[in-house]
């Protein structure tokens, strides 16, 4: 729903508003990541009537390593895409139309996305409140890096270009709330590739899903027990 108040407060309420209802939105959105992927990767069945949509240190440190992981990509195409713009200024400037700014910026999004991949498993780890940091990351997902690019880039890329064939202008308010829980289904099924690839990447590394040296909190420890 908040997918809904952020479309229609862009239309009708402040700026102010808006953007409020945008940070509520993000935090929503880490909270059904990290609630999708503790499905897939624990007690499924169990953890469904156990857990409640709550903000730990588990979602603010999965908020902290998404605006790094994100921040990481900007980077990287400003910087790749830079060199290459600079020496191609002279022509966008006598040819505005040209086709290689567009060309360069996509070039440059292929290396960052494949970085930004490799680092990825620390996302479901964190929603299991595994320790992690990008060196761990790297290792894990060495010789999976592009596997990895379609499941974080490509496939939402797919699924996002999708959804927008149902848009239309002037839709109902039905179809935007139809269309709004279509949205969601589709960033839970995003979310669920990238955690069955971490548990395959994890067992074929021969650990656990979860970090044995860590605590266990209630809903894991039964899942140890039975």
């Keep these: 729903m908040l997918t809904l108040s952020w479309y229609y407060a862009s239309e009708y309420l402040s700026e102010l508003v808006k953007w409020g209802s945008y940070l509520v939105y993000v935090a929503l959105f880490v909270v059904l990541a990290v609630t999708c992927h503790r499905l897939v990767l624990l007690d499924s069945q169990g953890l469904a009537f156990r857990y409640k949509i709550s903000w730990s240190s588990r979602e603010t ?88 690019v379609v499941l974080v880039a490509v496939l939402p890329w797919f699924t996002s270009h999708a959804l ?32 069955l690839a971490y548990r395959e990447l994890i067992k074929n590394e021969g650990n656990d899903v979860l970090d044995p040296n860590l605590p266990l909190e209630p809903d894991e420890h039964n899942r140890h027990l039975t």
């Design 164 to 195: 927008d064939l149902f848009y239309r202008d002037e839709a109902t308010v039905i179809e935007t709330v139809l269309l709004t829980f279509l949205g969601f289904a589709f960033y839970a099924f995003d979310i669920t590739a990238l955690s």
């Design 61 to 148: 440190r999965f908020f902290i390593w998404a605006l790094g992981v994100g921040c990481i990509f900007v980077v990287l195409v400003a910087v790749l895409a830079g060199f290459v713009l600079n020496a191609l200024v002279g022509q966008w400037i006598s040819d505005p139309n040209s086709i290689w700014p567009k060309l360069v910026l996509f070039a440059a999004k292929v290396p960052a996305f494949y970085v930004c991949a490799r680092c990825s498993p620390v996302f479901p780890a964190i929603a299991v409140n595994r320790q992690v940091n990008l060196k761990w990351a790297w290792n894990l997902s060495k010789n999976n890096g592009w596997r990895l």
